[in-house]
Each structure stands twice: as C-alpha cells, then as structure tokens.
C-alpha cells in the first residue's frame, strides 16, 4: 500500500511537470556569431510596424536615430492576423525576416544580418530599401550605440515580420506605382554608412547579452570587437535574391533614407556590376532620401572621441579607416590617400555616377541643421542660427541644380519615402509619387528609344526661399507641448521677431494661398 501511494504521488508530479512545461513560452535560442541562422527565419511571432516619421538622428553616443520612425513596436494580434490570410491563401502586406546564408557576413556583434522580403509573384520589378541610422567610427562611439540602440548593431532583437510604410506598402492607396514590386527591406546594422567591408576582429566577436556595458580589451588592429560589412551585406542580400528571381528582374531600385540613402549613392554602381555579372538584364536606379548631406561649417577638433562632438566629414574620415569602408571607384580616383571620404557627399560623387539616379531632399533638413546644434523647436534660436538656416536652404537648391530628377521642397523636415501620407507632399503641383513616375516614364521611353511624354516632371525644387514656405511640408511641432506651429509662431516661441527678421505673417499667408500649384 505504501509502494502504490509513492507511485501515485509521483505521477502525479510527473503530470503537473508536463502541463508547467506545455504552459512555458518557449525561451529564444541566442545567435551565436557564424551559427545556424542562414536562409529563411523559422519562427513568426512578432511584426513590426516601418513606422515613419520620427526618423531624428540623435548624433549623440553614435546613436542615430532615425531609430523611431524606422523603428519597431511588437504587434502579435496583426501576426496572427497575417498568418489566417495566409492560411486562407491571400495576399498579406507582410515582409518577412531572412537571415543571411553566408554566416560570415554579419552585423557589429557578429549575429547574422539578413532582411526582410515580400514577394509579389510575376512581377520583375525590385526596391531594395536601405535602412538609416548615421554611424559609429570608435570604440567609445560604437559602445554607447551599441549599449543605447542595440538594434542598429545586432540582429538579435530583430522581429519575425515588418510592414512596410510610404513606398515599402503594399497598398496601392498608399503606394500607387510600386505596391506591386517585389519588396525587400534591409536592416541596417552595421554602423557603416553601408561602406564596410572590413573582416572581423580576432578574436572574433563575442556574443553579447542585452544592454551590456562591460567590454573585452582587444588588443589588435580591430580593437572595438565589432564588425563593420555593410556594402558585404548589400552583396550578399542581392546572392541570395537570385533564388526568389531578381535575375530576372527588369528594374531594380535601391533606395533608403538618410545614412541609408547615403548608401544608396556608395553602393548602386556596386550594385549594378553585380547584377551584370550574374547575368540580369535589369536597369538598376537610385532612390536618395535625405542623404545628400553638406559639409559642416563649424570649426571642430578632429580627434573627436564621441559622435557628438565629429563633424560628418571627420566622422567619416575616422571610420572609413575602422570599417574598411569603400567608395565608389570613379570617385576614389578623383582624391588623393586619405581623402576618400569626400565620396561620401552627394554633390561631390554624383557626377561620377552612371546610374540614373532620384534625389528626394528637404531643402532645410533637420539633421543637417542637428549637426550645427540646430534644433527647431527647442529652447532658443539666435539671429546668426536663423542666417544660417537661410543660407543653408541656398546651398543645398544650388547643390542640386544639375542632378536630372530631383524633389526638393522648402521645408524644415528629415526622410519622406517611408511615410505612410508621403503622398502630399508637393513642389510645383506635382507629388512625390507622380514625379517617381514621371521618371519612371522617362527612363522607360529612353531606353526604347522613344521620346519622353511632355507636360510630365521630375526636376521640381522650390523656389520660394524661407523654411516652411511651401503648404504642403510636414508641420512644425514644438517640442515641450507637442503643439503644431506655423513657422513664425515657432521663431516667436524661440525668442525671435518674425517681422524683424523679414517675415510677415499675413503677407505670407496671402502667398502661400497659391503656391503649391505656381511654383513652390
């Protein structure tokens, strides 16, 4: 009786163990550098939303961060959704995770890169999206990124799922002319500006646990313990779109924002040798969101231990030594040893370029004003700050005065193709999407021999000359109360006299009545 009681007391523990263990969750399998992660994710829980919009670089700590707009929030009830239309056998707006299949091309902390795809049968059209998010070029840049954006540095964080917004949707209501593409979202994690090519540090990266702040001394020439493949990963993303039919395709398009669009000028050349040499016949093209950047005119140390405190130019320099980083060759042989980094400005590469090329930028851009401690919407604003806001909305319509297809609006903004509203955004009456498409058209009938339709454009720059000028910009938000402003209500809150400054608000009104459709 005694042997029978001890049976059933432990089948009766054996019983709850089983039903604790079918109630876990099941714990996330960690991503060791080089492991079994290549090819395409197992797993579909979380979905991520390419929110835009809140694509601010906060240059400080090496941190960019472009972080919110193209961030994540998790949204299990839209996966579950996702998954029932796929079942049911629908189309899904879905881009799924892919995980590199050459393990050695990794991101910072040697977890696997990879991207996101979502395939549109029988179409031959590709966009291939580069995510931004500026840089670190030092051990100290690169730590702090690392302990306050890890996902820009890792991919161990990375969501099973993401929708796309803006020109990534697959929603013909947001996306007329490319929601019918095959789609593919690439992660960025690699802190390069998409130019490293550099091996790893040896010892190889050691895996790193969350927000971790204590760090190995390394003693060789690598000794931040991160790796930087960038332009590797471009490479081998489009390795292992051969498979899903990118060779056969008959218009790719690299596009990105910011730091990522900033890759796009580095890379597309890249990009179309190598799509030639597998064999496609596609015409690849270049979609530049808010990377065309000026150089900065602060007088700065050039020994500078943290982002915040580097140029762009000097951050640039540093890295490219960190990272291996390559630029494109034409453009190399056009500065000496060392110089290379001027490769990195739109207005010095672009005329090296052989690929068409669409340059979207916002004459008055948050971040290049952030990197001369401009902050609309903060504190205080001095006269000789709002000259410099003025004249950088010259240097930049200058700047752009010989690129071919071009959409510059007089407007006081960061990154507009990921933007669900992208679509109201204007210059000269003509939309963002529609100029996208007048280029389109043009490209298309040049390339059969056939002269472009008229009455069609795709060079369409302001030419009014303040911030804010143009009705249809993204509206100001002060940054203590979250209210929106017009521009000189904005300049007032920062301490300034609109009129002093030669802005008179009812004059202003009166003209921007018709300026969307005379002239921008």
Known sequence: MKILGQVAFLLLLGGIWCQNNRNAKPSKPSKKSGGNQGGESGQSPPTADLTPGNTRSTRGGGGSAETGREGASGAAGAAGAAGAARAAGQQTDEMRLHFLRNTQVTCNDGTAAGFYLKEFRGSRRWLLFLEGGWCCHSRESCDSRYQNIPRLMSSSGWPQTKRGTGILSSQAEENPHWHNANIVFIPYCSSDVWSGTGPAPTPPPRQRQGREKERETNTNTNTTEYTFMGSLIIREVIKDLVPKGIKQAKVVMLSGTSAGGTGVLLNIERVASQLQQLGAEAQVRGLVDSGWFLESKQQRSPNCPETISCSPEDAIRIGLRLWSGVVPERCRQL????????????????????????????????????????????????????????NLGRELKNSLRDVTAVFAPSCLSHTSITRSNWMSFQVKGTSLPRALQCWDRSLEATRNNRTPAKGCPFHLVDTCQWPQCNPTCPALVDQATQQELTLPQMLVAMGLDPQKLGLDPQEDADSLASMVSNGG
């Open 335 to 390: 500065y000496k040893r060392g110089e290379e980094w001027q490769c990195f400005f739109g207005h010095k590469l672009y005329s090296t370029l052989t690929s068409p090329l669409f340059v979207v930028q916002w004459l008055f851009d948050e971040e290049q004003l952030r990197v001369e401690n401009i902050y609309m919407g903060g504190q205080s604003l001095s006269e000789e700050q709002w000259q410099y806001i003025q």
